[in-house]
């Protein structure tokens, strides 16, 4: 089994959670190529079992220059994602004839309370997905982390790792 992860990230949270998703595939013997957004291909080869693509929430939805110029602007650091985001990369993706597995997960603020309950885009990702002919392995999932720029809430690392290994458990038994 063949997995591809696409992440988008400004202060590397996403990156992380994409990093522990592909450790998870691997835990359950799945190959996994971890690609940043604008080194991922816009056609996914048809050998991909499995397409993973996730980033962070910015204002309710998906990244836009001007969210990703204030993340620049607020981090100390050099930003993760630099180039064009999931958005952009979504608009570009070419179909999957052969209705390719999918999933979509997001990093989200945890605090205050109530962000854990609007704007998930990992949602929107996930209907991006479906509108290209990808079909949904599992419900895309959010993954929290404790202030706008980090770090992941406790255990969320190993929570991604987790859900990485049940798709690919998943991935195993659709294939028989
Ligand atoms: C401009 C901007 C807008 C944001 N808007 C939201 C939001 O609407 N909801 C939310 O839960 N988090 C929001 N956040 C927090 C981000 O989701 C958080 O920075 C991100 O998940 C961290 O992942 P990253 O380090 O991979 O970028 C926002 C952050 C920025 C910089």
Redesign the pocket.
Known sequence: MRALVVY????????R?AQAIADGLSDARCMVEVDEVAEAPDHVADTVDLLVVG???????LTRPA?RA??AE?SPDA??SRGNGVREWLEELAASEGGTRAVAF????GRPRF?KY??SVSKTIERRLAARGYQPLAHHESFF?GG???PLEEGEEARARAWGRTLGERLHELRG
């Open positions: 988008e990230s400004m202060f590397g949270n996403a990156q959670v980033g962070p929430t910015h204002t309710f939805g969210t204030s993340a607020a930003v993760v997001a990093t989200r603020a962000l609007v704007g982390v706008q720029q980090g």
